[in-house]
């Protein structure tokens, strides 16, 4: 049990993705719990949210920090560049891609992805923390494939 | 020179996908030299597409057949199944990825997307075979990863 969930490396990581892309500094007053807040949605308030609409650019976001996040720790841990695309149609479905070279590094598909969220912190760490984690494994198995 | 370029294996595949997405049978009349000719833009037609407002559905649609097409080709002469992503922005600039397992194939970006185009038919098809030369190299190179 972490005490101080938000002190979890990803989360951190995070963090630092959604505080750099504050130009008007509206999030400096804010802990990192606020700023992580709109991430974690029970299964009632998942419901809620209809699919039926495209993904809102909130949302979408929402997804790419996420992602973004995941590739920087990648990056940190294993030296290669990753690139994000995240690539979402008018239901709300579609993939989330992380690659180095020709290395897919980290790939996803997403439903529903109006409902991103998870059910705590401590799951959505554990979520960054495992595509860290096979993502760093794939760069250790196939280095030459980062390069080409 | 290719007299009936129409003949040439990628635009066939091309054509082949543009008429597998003709539910009304709207193209059965048509001639492929009709069907590819949005494709064939000079530069001054070009230069007349705007590129300050979003790609519309039917220029990405034609992206995505092209890439698709490309894919096909790969599939038939390496024995992998391909997916094709295509991601791009509100400017038209963005990626095309045909990846399988964890290997990406071909890795393109798009600039002006709205005004993706080729000079020519042969053009066209060689930019094509170039893609799938490539990407059967790929495949060649790093088959386990295609397995991962």
Same sequence: chains 1, 2.
Avoid at 99 to 116: E, I, M, N
């Amino acid at each position: 049990m972490i005490t101080d969930v938000t002190a979890a490396p990803f989360l951190q990581t995070l963090v630092t993705q959604i505080r750099a892309q504050d130009p008007y500094g509206v999030y400096r007053a804010w802990s990192d719990e606020l700023l992580l807040k709109p991430y974690i949605l029970s299964k009632e308030e998942k419901r809620r949210i209809p699919v039926d609409t495209p993904v809102d650019p909130v949302t979408k976001g929402r997804i790419t920090y996420f992602y973004g996040a995941i590739a920087r720790e990648i990056e940190q841990q294993t030296g290669k560049l990753m690139q994000v695309v995240v690539s979402l149609n008018e239901e709300g479905f579609g993939w989330v891609l992380v690659f180095s070279g020709k290395l897919l590094v980290v790939s996803r598909t997403l439903r529903d992805a109006q409902r991103f969220g998870f059910i705590s912190l401590e799951q959505m760490a554990e979520d960054g923390a495992k595509a860290i984690r096979s993502g760093i494994a794939l760069v250790e198995r196939f280095p030459a494939v980062t390069e080409a």
